[in-house]
Every structure is written in structure tokens, then in C-alpha cells.
């Protein structure tokens, strides 16, 4: 399994954010994260990323112990958090070379042209819109092909047009065997790429189902 997290907790003095949650994801999965506000997302995403220590639990990327090694783990994870932070007096190229020298390894150009930034790429990111910002963030983190991808409500502020080029992309990545982990509340948009959906309520996973059975989810938002 790419992503393993067992019986994972987090708690903030009193109050739980995650309570003993466990699920693994395997190679060529595309899991879709969903919740209402306060279900403990964020909190989910942010200890499989390495970027909080849980409580309890433990989670492993592509094997690795990410409280004892996160630095290792995150060399086979890639990671667009819900406002990526981009260096504005880069152009998008120069950006994605940036990280890919800093990762040892990394497909500029098929980044580029991937999520559809290539006739912009020499543009600085200053003069970029919010959802071309959008896609030379996840160009970062697709471009060393890390075998597990996290999205933390990736697709905020991209148009119709964008959004399908994006999935593309992803769907691309996922079919080389990337898990795939996107975090949304757009539960429409799991529909046409997701092969797996999970749930979160108050902390706790109240569905881990197919995408055939959103309905079932619709109505838990309603």
C-alpha cells in the first residue's frame, strides 16, 4: 500500500479533531476526501503530509514512518495545500525547476504541458490569475512523479475548462499507479475520476465507499 494510516488520532487539548481513524490506499487509487466543515480533513491531510504528529497512530507513505522519517517520506509524496504558497518573481519554469533540483529528479516540460501551462510558462507567477497559480502547483507537485499525490482543495478558483484539464492530468498520473488523495466538497467532480470516497464526520470515517453510492453522501450534506 502507498498510504497506510492505523487507528490515527488528533487531539487539541479536549477536543478531538481525528479520532481513531485507519484506511490504506493502494497503488492507482484515486480517493476523494470529503466532509462538512469541522470533519477533521485538514487534520487528516496535514499528518499523512508529515506537517502534524498524531496523537496516536501512525501513518506509513509507500512504507515509510512519516513521525520518524517524514523527510524520507515525503521524497515519494507530492503535496498542494489548500493556498500554496508560489514565488511570485519566478516564471511558472523557473518555479517547477526550483523544485524539481531540490527533488534530485523531475519532468519539467511534461508538468507544463501537462496542466496546460506551457504557452504561459515564462510568465512570472505575479501576473498569473488565482487558478493558473493554481496549476503551477500542482505542475510542483506532480513533476518528480511522486507515487503518492495529496490535494488539499486543489481545484479552488480553477474555471470548467481548467478543472477538466487538471483531472486529466491527474487521471494521467493515477494510471501510472500515483495515489491519488483530493480533498473537496465538490462531490460532482468525484463522480467522473474518484474510484474510492471517504467520509469524515466529526472526526470519525462515516462512509468509505464506492462513487456509485453518492447518494448516499449527497444526503449527508443536505
Given at each position: 500500500m502507498n498510504i497506510e494510516a492505523t487507528a490515527l488520532s488528533k487531539k487539541y487539548g479536549h477536543i478531538s479533531?481525528?479520532?481513531?481513524?485507519?484506511?490504506?490506499?493502494?497503488?492507482?487509487?484515486?480517493?476523494?476526501?470529503?466532509?462538512?466543515?469541522?470533519?477533521?480533513?485538514?487534520?487528516?491531510?496535514k499528518m499523512l503530509?508529515?506537517?502534524?504528529?498524531?496523537?496516536?497512530?501512525?501513518?506509513?507513505i509507500c512504507g515509510v514512518d512519516m513521525t520518524k522519517e517524514p523527510n524520507v517520506g515525503r521524497q515519494e509524496l507530492g503535496y498542494v495545500p489548500e493556498f500554496p504558497e508560489?514565488?511570485?518573481?519566478l516564471s511558472a519554469r523557473e518555479m517547477i525547476s526550483f523544485v524539481a533540483e531540490i527533488r534530485g529528479r523531475g519532468d519539467i516540460e511534461w508538468a507544463l504541458e501537462l496542466t496546460g501551462l506551457g504557452d504561459d510558462a515564462d510568465r512570472l507567477i505575479r501576473e498569473y490569475?488565482?487558478?493558473?497559480?493554481?496549476?503551477?502547483?500542482?505542475?510542483?507537485?506532480?513533476?518528480?512523479?511522486?507515487?503518492?499525490?495529496?490535494?488539499?482543495?486543489?481545484?479552488n478558483g480553477l474555471d470548467p475548462p481548467s478543472v477538466e484539464r487538471v483531472l486529466g492530468a491527474l487521471d494521467e498520473v493515477r494510471k501510472?499507479?500515483?495515489s491519488i488523495v483530493l480533498s473537496?466538497?465538490?462531490?460532482?467532480?468525484?463522480?467522473?475520476?474518484?474510484?474510492?470516497?471517504?467520509?469524515?464526520?466529526?472526526?470519525k470515517i462515516e462512509h468509505d465507499c464506492l462513487p456509485s453510492e453518492l447518494s448516499i453522501i449527497r444526503k449527508q450534506f443536505q
Open positions: 479533531a481525528v479520532s481513531d481513524i485507519s484506511f490504506s490506499i493502494a497503488a492507482g487509487e484515486f480517493v476523494g476526501l470529503v466532509g462538512p466543515n469541522g470533519a477533521g480533513k485538514s487534520t487528516t491531510i503530509t508529515g506537517q502534524l504528529i498524531p496523537s496516536a497512530g501512525c501513518v506509513n508560489l514565488y511570485n518573481y490569475s488565482q487558478g493558473m497559480r493554481r496549476k503551477t502547483a500542482i505542475a510542483c507537485a506532480i513533476v518528480a512523479r511522486p507515487k503518492v499525490l495529496i490535494l488539499d482543495e486543489a481545484l501510472e499507479g500515483t473537496t466538497h465538490v462531490l460532482d467532480t468525484l463522480e467522473k475520476l474518484a474510484t474510492r470516497i471517504i467520509m469524515l464526520k466529526d472526526g
